[in-house]
């Protein structure tokens, strides 16, 4: 029972436009959420979070959108450039924090074209 | 500069042996995670620790065992080897403080096949 789920395996986007990552998940009782971007032969690095106190959290290029009700989060970078091609995962936690465990979806790999 | 280390890189192991993935971390964290990424499943949580002698079971731990006997280590030990273990193999720490530090730092992986 996948709790986390990223529906779109892949999104490819015009270097300068907006990209936007989506995220769904079942489990009413997550308090915290994360997008973790990776690279090839590296380890997920963090990225930014929201806590479900929130509904929006942002950072520089970065903004992460949650909607509690639709059990729903998006990661809209703007703009795109070359370096954002990688894989994202989002996660989550049932704690207030991100440093307990998590639970993760599949990942959505973006390719930003020059 | 502290950091979390994985050794080997890179390990191919035969059915039936058992193989232990070494994952070192110097920020002096008290939580300890591993994870398996596989195509399709994205990242599943193996084991994890929030101290020297805790360990608690994850999503997937059947055939895998961890043991924390200090802070900076938690091996991970595959009792006997299946080809459905073959994967990536991350290790992740983090603060248990929360808060400003609230993110979990990631192993660079180790890729294991099991023939």
């Known amino acids: 029972d996948q709790q986390v789920k990223q529906n779109s395996p892949s999104l490819s986007v015009q270097e300068g436009r907006i990209s936007i990552l989506n995220c769904d998940y079942t489990?009413?009782?997550?308090?915290?959420f994360l997008w973790y971007k990776k690279y090839p032969a590296e380890g997920p690095t963090f990225l930014i979070s929201?806590?479900?106190?929130?509904d929006k959290n942002e950072d520089g290029r970065f903004t992460v959108f949650l909607n509690k009700s639709a059990k729903h989060l998006s990661l809209h970078i703007v703009p795109s450039q070359p370096g954002d091609s990688a894989v994202y995962f989002c996660a989550a936690s049932l704690s207030n924090f991100g440093n307990e465990k998590l639970t993760f979806g599949t990942g959505t790999r973006l390719t930003i074209i020059p | 500069d502290a950091e979390i280390t994985q050794s080997p890189r890179h390990k191919i192991t035969e059915t039936g042996r058992q193989v232990t993935l070494a994952c070192h971390q110097t920020w002096n964290h008290n939580n300890m995670f591993w994870y398996r990424q596989d195509l399709g499943h994205g990242l599943r949580l193996i084991h994890y620790?929030?101290?020297?002698?805790?360990?608690n079971k994850g999503e997937v731990s059947d055939g895998y065992s961890v043991s924390r006997s200090n802070t900076e280590d938690l091996p991970l030990t595959l009792e006997s080897a299946a080809s459905s273990q073959t994967s990536v193999y991350f290790c992740?720490?983090?603060?248990?403080?929360?808060?400003?530090?609230?993110?979990?730092?990631f192993g660079p992986g180790t890729r294991l096949t099991v023939l």
């Open positions: 992740a720490s983090s603060d248990m403080r929360g808060g400003s530090t609230d993110t979990q730092y």
């Open positions: 620790s929030y101290g020297v002698q805790d360990t």
């Open positions: 489990n009413s009782m997550f308090d915290y």
């Open positions: 929201i806590s479900s106190i929130k």
